[in-house]
């Protein structure tokens, strides 16, 4: 095991698979595959984060500039994330693309998350 591994727990757990289970110096839980070491993020606390946002994800049929909308999320009202099959993007209502700055607004209300 490297140094960032080496911790005064118990001896890593192998997995038939080959993966190990440890936890790091800094005592994170992490896995390591050959070479290859992975921290494992507390997840569970991101999505208790993100339900506190109490944005709603649904399926919304809409054509968006990248595709068909497979899955939304209403960040609030006149603001929906579309995810497509390969990308996605905002759309804003009429009144909310009004807000955006004039040097930022589009002249189409949908704006896209960036590169895939």
Do not use: C
Not at 36 to 57: E, F, I, P, S, Y
Request: a positive charge; glycine letters at 10%.
């Amino acid at each position: 095991m490297t140094a960032a591994l080496q911790s005064k727990m118990p001896a890593p757990t192998p997995d038939l698979s080959g993966v190990e289970f440890a936890t790091s110096a800094d005592g994170l839980a992490v896995a390591r595959i050959g070479d290859l070491v992975l921290a494992m993020a507390d997840t569970a606390g991101h999505k208790r984060d993100l339900a506190k946002l109490n944005r709603v994800q649904t399926r919304m049929s809409a054509s968006t500039p990248w595709g068909g909308s497979q899955m939304a999320v209403v960040y609030a009202e006149g603001v929906v994330a579309h995810m497509t099959s390969g990308h996605g993007g905002f759309h804003l209502s009429s009144d909310r693309n009004a807000k955006v700055h004039p040097l930022l607004r589009k002249g189409a209300p949908w704006y896209d998350f960036g590169p895939p």
